[in-house]
């Protein structure tokens, strides 16, 4: 959207939230094209509608179209995003963010509605780590006027990513993947092409089942450094696990012994896979405690696991796992 230019995507997973940001981006005049994994967007004729409440409230990343209208148009309207019910997941740091550049934030009839005569460089401090809010920020910024400062910043490979897309189309960012992030703002943005990068909490998952079935199993087209943190407490597990450039191989292992998880913001354990490596530590000798940091109310499973036969107590933030159960 923030381009002047068609935008290719490729590498693009078939998932319903394509869709959904397809619809939404056609909805207010842009032009899209799929072919295969591969999407073109054609922003020119985009104007800066209202986005109706039904398909925003299909998913959580809608949010994301706010950063990018205001930083387009300087004004937005979006109906409050909807997404997982994984308890309170509150936008304060986006629009704590959005009103430090200069915009206008209301509450009207369930939307939100951003305003801004224009957008200067400011200097952000997220109170909390947020990619969300990083992310949204860091769309808003780079057409506003002068440098921004986001401080406290998410570090996850997905805010790389976005800056590599943003910087393909001219954007001057500096510091992603780290907590500070430097932008310089700029006028206009070139179309471009750009390869998104593989998905690390679907292969994570995948390693996580490889492990269950206690099977060799090959996955390939991942990016072994952003699952260090699962590698190493598989690997403390007595899970083998084998990896080269763009391939991760699991081996058979003997005996999985549990281990005590406490789920953290990147470059800590995910929070994305704290339900599948809960159904590994069931599987797993001995007594694990597995903490969730991130989500308080993400334990919805262990009731299901339970009726499978699990034996796992959940107290506030952590489950604690009794494991070796079939």
């Known amino acids: 959207m923030l381009a002047d230019s068609p935008v290719r995507i490729d590498n693009l997973p078939n998932i319903s939230d394509v869709e959904v940001l397809s619809d939404l981006l056609t909805h207010i005049g842009g032009h899209v094209t799929q072919k295969g994994d591969e999407i073109t967007i054609d922003p020119r004729g985009i104007k800066p509608m209202p986005l109706p409440n039904g398909r925003v409230k299909q998913m959580r990343a809608s949010y994301y179209m706010m950063g990018a209208m205001l930083g387009k148009f300087k004004k937005a309207a979006i109906g409050l995003p909807g997404g997982c019910n994984l308890g309170p997941r509150p936008i304060d740091q986006h629009i704590k963010g959005f009103e430090a ?3 206008v934030v209301t509450n009207e009839q369930g939307s939100i509605y951003l305003r801004a005569k224009e957008l200067v460089g400011a200097r952000i401090y997220l109170d909390v780590v947020s990619v969300g809010a990083t992310i949204n920020i860091m769309l808003a ?4 006027k002068g440098k921004t400062i986001i401080e406290n910043a998410a570090k996850e490979p ?11 189309m001219g954007a001057d960012i500096k510091g992603a993947g780290t907590d500070v992030i430097r932008i310089e703002g700029k006028e206009q943005l070139k179309g471009c092409g750009h390869s998104i990068i593989p998905d690390r909490i679907e292969a994570g998952t995948y390693i996580i089942a490889a492990a269950c079935m206690g099977t060799d199993v ?6 072994p450094d952003h699952l260090e943190s699962l590698i190493a407490k598989l690997d403390e597990m007595g899970v083998n696990v084998q990896s080269d450039d763009d391939v991760i191989i699991v081996e058979r292992s003997k005996q999985i012994t549990g281990a005590d998880i406490k789920t953290l913001v990147h470059p800590g354990f995910p929070t994305d896979l704290q339900q599948p490596v809960t159904s590994l530590l069931v599987k797993a000798k001995g007594t694990s405690i597995i903490t969730d940091t991130i989500y308080n109310a993400r ?13 796992i107590k959940v107290e506030g933030r952590s489950a604690m796992i009794n494991g070796g159960k079939r």
């Open 299 to 311: 334990f919805k499973h262990i009731d299901e696991l339970r009726r499978m036969g699990a034996d």
């Open 158 to 168: 997905e805010i790389i990513d976005v800056a590599t897309l943003l910087s393909s």
């Open 218 to 223: 090959k996955i390939k087209n991942v990016i």
């Open 101 to 103: 550049l200069g915009a």
């Open 141 to 144: 910024a780079v057409k506003a």
